[in-house]
Nanobody
Framework: QVQLVQSGGGSVQAGGSLTLSCGISGGMPVNSMAWFRQATGKEREGVAALDVWDSSAYAESVKGRFTISKDNGKITLYLHMNNLQSEDTAMYYC???????????????????WGQGTQVTVSS
């Protein structure tokens, strides 16, 4: 069973930066990793994804501002967020998929392991 433990997040002013971390442990294969977010009253949306071949995908709203990366030695997934805006305010979740590889997916149904979530609040 894969376990995901998130850290980071918090409050920042518009234009600021934050980095989220997600420690991954457990024995199941991980074919894709991703960050999702859910704002109050909205559906969960995919933000960024990274597959086992290091191919990445980003939501249009974060392209050029967010970067997904991983540290293979520490088995940690990161989301580096720059130029944060108020619309980025949400609960952020990391996720991994042990399903057969299908590229860096931004669809939540493709992921079967989830972190506990961490709040990001951007004030204007």
């Amino acid at each position: 069973q894969v376990q995901l433990v998130q850290s980071g997040g918090g409050s920042v002013q518009a234009g600021g930066s934050l980095t989220l971390s997600c420690g991954i442990s457990g024995g199941m294969p991980v074919n894709s990793m991703a960050w999702f977010r859910q704002a109050t009253g909205k559906e969960r949306e995919g933000v960024a994804a990274l597959d086992v071949w290091d191919s990445s995908a980003y939501a249009e709203s974060v392209k050029g501002r967010f970067t997904i990366s991983k540290d293979n030695g520490k088995i940690t997934l990161y989301l580096h967020m720059n130029n944060l805006q108020s619309e980025d305010t949400a609960m952020y979740y990391c996720a991994t998929s042990s399903l057969p590889w299908s590229g860096p997916e931004l669809t939540s149904s493709r992921y079967n392991n989830w972190g506990q979530g961490t709040q990001v609040t951007v004030s204007s």
